[in-house]
């Protein structure tokens, strides 16, 4: 299960194994292949924009600010990752 200040989140199966995979490797960056594998289990790169939508509505769970998102940053032209300083970027 997943928290955020104490209240349980409603996470798809996708959401929550995208979410412990970045808390897992706090700071690294993963690109869409990467996170697509380790949510399904395989990669097709057809469907790498999937993990964009996957993100947006984890951003939506967890974020106050989804257009500066504090966890979820976007690393533009790689990909993804969690923590950081902040000051991240928005949904592309």
Known sequence: ?????????ALTPI??????L???????????????????GFAFEG?????????RNLRR???QDTHAPKFI????GIGYRFGGTGGGHGDD
């Open 22 to 40: 970045f808390m897992r490797h706090q700071g690294q960056v993963f690109s869409r292949l990467q996170l697509l594998e380790a949510a399904h």
């Open 61 to 63: 769970k967890i974020e």
């Open 1 to 9: 299960t997943a928290e955020l200040g104490g209240n349980a989140l």
């Open 73 to 76: 940053q976007t690393v533009y």
């Open 47 to 55: 469907y790498e924009r999937t993990i964009d939508a996957h993100i």
């Open 15 to 20: 959401e929550f194994a995208m979410l412990e």
